[in-house]
């Protein structure tokens, strides 16, 4: 008998001791004293900032607007005119005061060319020869012609006109209407003009990644970022590529929620209230409502514009813990102004009481495991 029950003491005392401290539990996450040691400051936390939602807070971001495509890609509006470059074709049209001259016909003294512009930069023109044309206007490519047939025609003119380019284009591909490549128009045109001309985006703004290729940098950007920032539209240049995909915008949800794991935005601005909304609301017999957490990075200048201490330590790209407690009433009003961000982690921390709810559970299985084992000893002895 004294056997028996050194077995159900033991089991009972190795259980509760496996149990001792919560990260021994079972749990979805991290506890919210993971999050936040109550031993230190939010300053000693080495692997993330952690800031309070509160309005100045919700003020900052607001404010703030990512840079995707400005802070790279940055480029004054082209100059007005064409130039023409290698591979370009050009219409070039020649004509003399007079009948009886080198280009007389039945149509009357006048000649129309096409040609495409070689890799030395040149054309031919009959009677004036090669001219050179790559890196000029057309106007002075139609003088350097003139002045080839001068003294050989009757008062020679040209007209140029580019009507292909190659080296002023762009391309789009991917989901738009009409891929290919396209030249750039005299007044120069920007990311949105480029996707317009390639027919448009087939899927919806906050569904459509743009990235833009130019030379060895490229940067990405939903294209609602493009329209709601036109500092991001920046102007297109010769030989730039853009690509359009469809990649819709999602957040993750963990925790004490009823439907964890990636949720897409059905809309093109979501708040983070309506963000627990989605993931089904907080679980009431497990959520802490006061330990309602969002995961991002932030650009060093937005997390200093928060957090005027923080050191720089990690450089531009600086993980950011966003925690909202529920449990007062003004946290709804940051919530609802709080703009959830594609690819954010949202998650509720299980409460305190639940944590309990599951020791006492394990606990008591290993009870019956003890009284299972005396059982099946005293059967044993019979």
């Known amino acids: 008998m004294r056997s028996s029950k050194v077995t159900g003491v033991a089991a009972v005392a190795v259980a509760t001791a496996l149990l001792g401290g919560c990260a021994t539990l079972p749990a979805s996450g991290p506890t919210t004293e993971q999050i936040d040691p109550p031993s230190v400051s939010n300053t000693a936390i080495k692997d993330y900032l952690l800031v309070d939602l509160n309005q100045r807070v919700v003020d900052v971001l607001s404010q703030y607007r990512a840079a995707p495509f400005s802070k790279r890609f940055a480029a004054p509006q082209p100059a007005p005119g064409q130039i023409v470059g ?19 016909s039945d149509l009357g003294a006048r000649v129309s060319l096409t040609q495409r512009v070689d890799s030395d930069g040149s054309i031919t023109v009959p009677y004036a020869g090669r001219i ?72 919806e703004l906050f569904q459509t990644r743009v990235t833009l290729v130019r030379g060895s940098s490229q940067a990405s950007a939903i294209m609602k970022t493009l329209v709601d920032n036109p500092a991001d539209n920046v102007f297109v240049q010769p ?60 650009p060093a200048s937005a997390a200093r514009a928060i ?43 299980n409460a305190k009481l639940s944590e309990l709810q599951k020791f006492l559970q394990i606990l008591a299985t290993a009870r019956n495991v003890a009284q299972t084992a005396q059982t099946v000893q005293r059967l044993s002895q019979q």
């Open 239 to 298: 030989g730039d590529r853009v690509y359009l995909t469809k990649d819709p915008e999602l957040f993750l949800a963990f925790g004490a929620v009823p439907q964890p794991g990636p949720i897409m935005f059905d809309l093109e601005r979501i708040s983070l209230l309506e963000a627990v909304g989605k993931a089904g609301g907080l679980m009431d017999q497990r959520s802490d409502p006061g330990a309602l957490f969002v995961f991002r990075y932030e």
């Open 307 to 349: 957090r005027p201490d923080y050191d720089g330590r990690f450089g531009e790209r600086v993980p950011m813990v966003y925690r909202v407690n529920l449990r007062d009433p003004a946290a709804y009003f940051y919530a609802k102004a709080f703009v959830v961000r594609d690819k954010d982690v949202l998650y509720v921390a």
């Open 132 to 203: 050179s044309a790559a890196g000029a206007g057309p106007q002075t490519v139609e003088k350097r012609i003139v002045a080839a047939l001068e003294g050989r025609a009757i008062q020679p003119q040209a007209l140029v006109q580019i009507t292909e380019t190659v080296s002023r284009s762009f391309v789009v591909n991917g989901e738009v209407g009409k891929p290919g490549r396209f030249p750039i128009t005299a007044a120069g045109d920007r990311v949105l003009d480029a996707i317009a001309t390639a027919g448009g985006a087939k899927n």
């Open 86 to 104: 290698v591979g370009d074709v050009l219409s070039v049209q020649l004509f003399e005061a007079g009948q009886g001259g080198l280009f007389s």
